[in-house]
């Protein structure tokens, strides 16, 4: 029985492949594939590094490594500024070992609306490379009703064991913050919003000849806010992000809960801020994921694990995903301190 949930949970990837990207559970921490457009909205300066790993329990473990550094580039006298970012990913999934790996250039830029609003827009251009690593896979011409016996023939007939295509997208985002100085105790709240297309071009995407499919565009939507509770030191960190490709959608959305154990010294920057965060979020028909966001000064590590909830509970025992996230930001101005977005 184990070996017919290898076979499905294999045959559910490469048929979903085609409607669903590599995207992380830490979406806040993997921004360029959100929108491209948030590229130096942030910070002066942002590095992140991320790595999961999923269905451990089921088979060969799906992994997936992703980092990206964006930074402001050029700022105008009326407020606005240009922006650019770079952004990796390299999957690798299941028993076959099929890698995708990618890599994308972003540039942005933000037009200021006010001092407490901006809107920006970007392209995304980049390369993406497909292969696989082995063809010793089950498939199901060769389940002969009890297991899988490899001497019979799997019928499949692979042309390009790797390929590579370009890849473009776009994406537009409103930025609103009426926090004074961005500070983790001021009043006011924060609200970014956004919509991106990804795959514009819609690239060949399939190994078997003569096969017919197309990397269908992935259309992303999502909200972010942040605001303190009253006088306390706790700050609430809301999301919902919304992803269509093709016939499948995903909805996620959920909270960080942030405490501020210690607020940064703003003037000499003697003092570091440091707080630590717990995430509830719910990616609606697949899993409750727990998130632990802990920040000190400039740099921020994030965990987070799914349980899974799906029709594939039974084979994966409610084991989903582990994700590990490490960012580092600078800012020139002092008074970005204590920001802990």
Do not use: C
Not at 298 to 317: C, E, H, I, K, P
Request: proline share 1%; net charge negative.
């Amino acid at each position: 029985m184990k070996h017919l949930f290898v076979f499905l949970i294999s045959l559910i990837t490469l048929m979903s492949v085609r409607a669903q990207d590599v995207h992380f559970s830490q979406m806040k921490f993997s921004p360029f594939t959100v929108n491209p457009a948030l590229a130096g909205l942030e910070n002066d300066i942002r590095a992140i590094v991320n790595y999961r790993s999923q269905w451990n329990s089921v088979a060969a473990p799906f992994t997936t490594i992703g980092a990206s550094y964006d930074m402001r580039i050029f700022e105008s006298k009326n407020g606005g500024f240009l922006a650019g970012g770079l952004n990796f990913y390299h999957d690798v999934a299941g028993d076959m070992k099929m890698t995708t790996s990618n890599v994308n250039l972003n540039v942005a830029y933000h037009l200021a609306i006010n001092s407490e609003s901006s809107f920006g827009a970007a392209i995304q251009v980049g390369y993406a490379q497909r292969g696989i690593g082995t063809t010793d896979g089950s498939w199901e011409s060769q389940y002969d009703g009890s297991s899988f016996n490899s001497n019979i023939a799997s019928g499949e007939s692979f042309g390009n064991m790797n390929f590579g295509h370009l890849d473009a997208g776009a994406g537009f985002v409103y930025n609103y913050d009426s926090r004074r100085n961005n500070n983790f105790s001021s009043e006011g709240f924060s609200l970014t919003a956004g919509i991106s297309a990804f795959h514009l071009n819609q690239p060949d995407y399939s190994f078997i000849v003569g096969g017919e499919d197309d990397l269908q565009m992935r259309i992303a939507g999502f909200l972010q806010s942040e605001f303190a509770i009253g006088d306390t030191k706790w700050e609430l960190m809301p999301a919902l992000y919304y992803q269509r490709q093709g016939g499948h959608q995903e909805i996620f959305g959920g909270t960080y809960f942030n405490y501020n154990i210690r607020s940064g010294s703003q003037r000499t920057g003697f003092v570091e801020n440091f707080s630590i965060g717990y995430g509830a979020f719910y990616r609606f028909g697949d899993a409750f994921v727990n998130k632990i966001l802990i920040t000190y000064s400039n740099y921020s590590l994030g965990f987070a694990y799914d349980v899974n909830v799906s029709s594939l509970t039974q084979a994966t025992r409610a084991r989903g995903g582990l994700e590990f996230m490490l960012r580092y930001v600078f800012d020139n101005s002092t008074r970005s301190r204590a920001r802990i977005n």
